[in-house]
């Protein structure tokens, strides 16, 4: 029976993770004041769960091998059906969301190329709207657009306006969409009765927090805050990256709380110890 119990454990091990943990993980605010290893910490345990799903099957093979045993047919059985269950259900996610992104980013992109004006002064990706309420969003991919509208032009000083580009211009730089992708994926391929929003409501938090911060490094935490006040009131569509994102109050107490020194060597630990369990899972099982 003992040889089952690496088997069982992957099985436990994704559900815990992929269903409960970003429940968790989420009700961890002081995160936040380290964005850049949060993330890491979202991705490296998002892909353990993954790595445990998906290596559960694997793991089992020594069982089948064996002699015939009745309790080992039983976790053979959960296993392979969870493997081929997420494996499937990953593929399809994968699938769609990649499309649908893709799609409403093309499109949005032809809309502002057609109807945005250029202005010199905001460079050769910035487009403007001819529309009265202040928002700036980025239309990401490799072609990307930063948009705003003439109200926010209107609305910001000189120097917010400032923080406002530096702030889209790291989403596009730092390829922000790659890693919501990733986690949109992921997210998608849990099953809809069980799966848990807060997670992707984080993960969107810590992005734009690693944006707002970049913005600091070019301004001030004064000029971002009053920059965010002013776009505050426009939510972004699905598949933009919106300068208003998460509720600005949140984002504006993050823009000079940093995490203390030793978080992020603890947070980065953390994550390459949930990295590390499912392989270590799957290594016992086969040995
Ligand atoms: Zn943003």
């Not at 936040?32 to 790595?51: E, H, N, Y």
């Amino acid at each position: 029976m003992t040889q089952a119990l690496p088997v069982a454990a992957l099985v436990a091990m994704a559900g815990l993770v992929l269903v409960a943990l970003p429940r968790i993980m989420a009700r961890r605010p002081g995160w936040r004041r380290a964005p850049r290893p949060a993330l890491v910490v979202w991705q490296a345990v998002s892909l353990a769960g993954v790595v445990a799903a998906l290596g559960a099957a694997p793991a089992a093979i020594p069982l089948v091998t064996d002699e015939y045993s009745g309790p080992h047919l039983l976790v053979v059985g959960v296993a392979v059906a969870v493997s081929v269950f997420m494996l499937a259900r990953l593929l399809l996610s994968g699938h769609r969301v990649g499309r649908r992104l893709r799609e409403v980013r093309r499109q949005h992109r032809e809309l502002v190329d057609l109807i945005g004006l250029r202005d010199d002064r905001l460079g050769t990706h910035a487009r403007v709207l001819a529309h009265p309420s202040p928002s700036a969003y980025c239309v990401p991919g490799q072609n990307g657009r930063m948009v705003l509208t003439e109200g926010a032009l209107a609305a910001l000083t000189p120097g917010e306006l400032t923080a406002v580009l530096e702030h889209e211009r790291s989403h596009l730089r730092a390829r922000h969409d790659l890693v919501l992708e990733f986690f949109t994926v992921l997210h998608e391929s849990v099953p809809a009765r069980v799966r848990s929003s807060a997670g992707m409501g984080e993960v969107r938090l810590l992005v734009e927090v690693l944006a707002d911060r970049r913005a600091v490094s070019r301004t001030d935490p004064v000029t971002v805050g009053r920059a965010l006040v002013r776009l505050a009131e426009v939510p972004a569509a699905d598949g933009l990256l919106g300068a208003s994102a998460g509720t600005a109050a949140t984002r504006i107490a993050l823009l000079d709380n940093r995490a203390a020194g030793w978080m992020a060597p603890v947070m980065y630990a953390f994550g390459v110890l949930a990295l590390a369990t499912p392989v270590v899972l799957l290594v016992i099982a086969w040995h």
